[in-house]
């Protein structure tokens, strides 16, 4: 076991950076505060849901568009209301042509018929509050706020719950709850437009993968494993958008998907994203962008079959959803424990702990101050985690991530940069590095003491 530790602004030790003593701070696990409301988490549609489908229409329709991307004429749609001008719209009517028409693009028959419910702003976020206090208790969203502002990802003082409703209340456009069994539709009008429509379409591809795949059974609410959890929901989302976009592109015109990307660019919308916490915004854009990047890469041309198939099966990690080849390849996260035994059992305690992932590494590095190329490097070589929290006996409490990286000279990438990273947020740390040089243990708080850090290392 070789043992780097050091204190910001003393001398190299062992030939390293120096790297910091922690911000005394408590936290609990971290990616249930990123997590949507429990009943909806897997089936919300944000205003990023329409922006990534039109980027891939207007990839598909460039010369050098990706390989499988739809490739139906945008120019001469097949009209979803067929009713003349003047003729009174039977919402029921558009939205059951609508259900048939994404039956035939996603191949799956529908069971059971749901009438969709049409939602002002008002009332959608009355629902999505209230969702969110009944699935999060007030302990939680506290300890998530102490932990996020002890890492440097959330300003002290910031609420998370209002953020987190803030962002929520300006992106989301739709959800379905298969709780109550309703699929709701957001209107500022009352119309039925082609966000309206888009949406839906959006929305009922969740109704078939729930009826077909049991969205339940994919593990979205593992609050133990939040990166798996994520994975597992980037392929539901980036499924849905798939599919939203050949029905976008089959039944919009030029006109309407320009009114589509007008709607998007509402200056309250883009006010609510930009005042986010960057990864409370990050962690609601990937399911859709990194997804979609996934469902394209598994079909690889028209169709679905693939894409079907990977539900007995979904990406373990956002690490697999990021580089599709290596869910292709099953490139298995490896399991990483955090054993608190012997002398530091004895004085500490562990809270739950959760796995951070790829994605919400390569994030925290970024927002420290890491250019946003070497953070997706750095995060790169990541083979699996564990965070949680251990609190001491006089009110101490410590942020520790064990992470395991693919190689010695991936985990050499992993310390610079966290200790780059680290600086930026102006937290001080602790670095352990393990016999192997691919472990490395992370403290954001109290040191323990090298003896009684080095024994996690040693499970």
């Known amino acids: 076991m070789r043992v780097v530790i050091g204190l910001r602004n003393e001398h190299l030790v062992d030939g390293m950076t120096p790297v910091g003593r922690p911000q005394r701070q408590a936290a609990c696990t971290i990616e249930r505060m990123f997590d949507q409301p429990r009943r909806v988490r897997p089936r919300i549609t944000a205003i990023v849901a329409i922006l990534a489908a039109l980027l891939l229409i207007v990839a598909s329709c460039s010369p050098d568009g990706p390989t499988g991307a739809p490739s139906p004429s945008i120019t001469s749609p097949e009209p979803t209301s067929p009713e003349p001008t003047g003729t009174p719209i039977d919402p029921v009517a558009v939205y059951h042509q609508i259900e048939d028409e994404v039956v035939a693009i996603r191949g799956l028959e529908l069971t059971t018929r749901l009438e969709p419910t049409i939602l002002d702003r008002a009332t959608l976020v009355a629902n999505l509050t209230a969702l969110f206090d009944e699935e999060n208790r007030p302990e939680d969203i506290a300890a998530g706020e102490r932990l996020l502002i002890a890492i440097g990802l959330l300003e002290p003082g910031t609420s998370l719950r209002d953020a987190y409703l803030d962002l929520q209340g300006g992106q989301v456009i739709g959800y379905y709850s298969p709780d109550e069994d309703a699929l709701f539709v957001v209107s500022r009008s009352g119309a039925i437009g082609p966000t309206e429509r888009s949406t839906f379409a959006h929305e009922f591809t969740h109704v078939l993968q729930d009826q077909h795949f049991d969205l339940a059974s994919l593990g979205t609410d593992d609050t133990s ?18 599919s939203q976009t050949e029905w976008m592109l089959r039944h919009l015109t030029v006109e309407e998907l320009g009114q589509l990307i007008a709607d998007a660019s509402d200056p309250g919308v883009l006010a609510a994203f930009a005042r986010a916490p960057a990864i409370l ?76 992932g790829e994605f919400i590494i390569s994030v925290w590095l970024r927002e420290g101050g890491v250019r946003p190329a070497d953070a997706r490097a750095a995060a790169a070589g990541w083979d699996g985690d564990r965070v949680a929290l251990l609190d001491g006996p006089t009110g101490q409490a410590v942020v520790i991530l064990r992470t395991v990286w693919d190689t010695g000279g991936d985990a050499d990438e992993f310390v610079d940069a966290a200790d780059l990273a680290l600086r930026g947020y102006g937290i001080d740390h602790v670095i352990v590095r393990g016999a192997a040089r691919m472990d490395v243990l992370l403290l954001i708080g109290p040191d323990p003491g090298p003896a009684e850090v080095a024994a996690l290392l040693d499970d």
Not at 227 to 242: K, M
């Open 225 to 242: 494993q939040g990166d798996r959890a994520l994975a597992a929901l980037s392929l539901v989302e980036g499924d849905a958008v798939a």
């Open 281 to 356: 915004r990050e962690t609601s854009l990937f399911p859709y962008q990194a997804g979609l990047g996934l469902v394209e890469t598994l079909r690889g041309g028209p169709g679905f079959a693939a894409v079907n198939a990977a539900y007995a099966k979904p990406p373990a990690s956002t690490e697999q959803v990021i580089h599709p080849e290596r869910y292709l390849d099953v490139d298995e996260p490896t399991a990483v424990a955090l054993a608190i035994e012997g002398p530091l059992a004895a004085l500490w305690t562990a809270g739950p702990a959760d796995t951070l």
